[in-house]
T-cell receptor
Framework: AQSVTQLGSHVSVSEGALVLLRCNYSSSVPPYLFWYVQYPNQGLQLLLKYTSAATLVKGINGFEAEFKKSETSFHLTKPSAHMRDAAEYFCAVSDTTGGFKTIFGAGTRLFVKA | KAGVTQTPRYLIKTRGQQVTLSCSPISGHRSVSWYQQTPGQGLQFLFEYFSETQRNKGNFPGRFSGRQFSNSRSEMNVSTLELGDSALYLC?????????????FGSGTQLSVL
């Protein structure tokens, strides 16, 4: 079965600094990978998804992620953090074992300091 | 187009009671998934329905059940509530529930069991 591991439950950056949120996947087949964001008191919304068309995936709000098969990683980055980026971020993978479902990582809460 | 709607937004129940949560997917979406979100466990997959059939089920006790109606609306039921069932329950919909589709989430139902 597929799974994802997010390194770091909390990440703190200064406004304007680089954002790097780490995600490693485990999959025996080429995976479909996703990053979702959850703002307080809301559901999750998709930032971007990897479907093998390109290894560098651009998403909304200036975020992007690079698929690296050799490292089994799919890290999320943004060149310059903004206060509005403070939220919880989830890496996810599609798992078709026994039927369709999306498996989420434990999440990384991003804090942005003024 | 209206988003995924979950009702009620908040619920307070006591141990031993049962509860029913409702989810209306985006119009045209036929797949509905349910997740339990807690601070300690993150997002845990409960089950997925497509065209009124449960296609996949997570590792939860039989007290957790669900169903889907012909209009794709879904309900989940938790019987004999326990304190540990306190969580945010999220519903997500997608067009056909395939592995490269993104999920559209509702804002969730916050259940507190006293």
């Amino acid at each position: 079965a597929q799974s994802v591991t997010q390194l770091g439950s909390h990440v703190s950056v200064s406004e304007g600094a680089l954002v790097l949120l780490r995600c490693n996947y485990s999959s025996s087949v080429p995976p479909y990978l996703f990053w979702y964001v959850q703002y307080p008191n809301q559901g999750l919304q998709l930032l971007l998804k990897y479907t093998s068309a390109a290894t560098l995936v651009k998403g909304i709000n200036g975020f992007e992620a690079e698929f690296k098969k050799s490292e089994t990683s799919f890290h999320l980055t943004k060149p310059s953090a903004h206060m509005r980026d403070a939220a919880e971020y989830f890496c996810a993978v599609s798992d078709t074992t026994g039927g369709f479902k999306t498996i989420f990582g434990a999440g990384t809460r991003l804090f942005v300091k003024a | 187009k209206a988003g995924v709607t979950q009702t009620p937004r908040y619920l307070i129940k006591t141990r031993g009671q049962q509860v029913t949560l409702s989810c209306s997917p985006i119009s045209g979406h036929r797949s509905v998934s349910w997740y339990q979100q807690t601070p300690g466990q993150g997002l845990q997959f409960l089950f997925e329905y497509f065209s009124e059939t449960q296609r996949n089920k997570g590792n939860f006790p039989g007290r957790f059940s669900g169903r889907q109606f012909s209009n794709s609306r879904s309900e989940m039921n938790v019987s004999t509530l326990e304190l540990g069932d306190s969580a945010l329950y999220l519903c997500a919909s997608s067009l056909a529930g395939t592995d490269n589709e993104k999920l559209f989430f509702g804002s969730g139902t916050q259940l507190s069991v006293l």
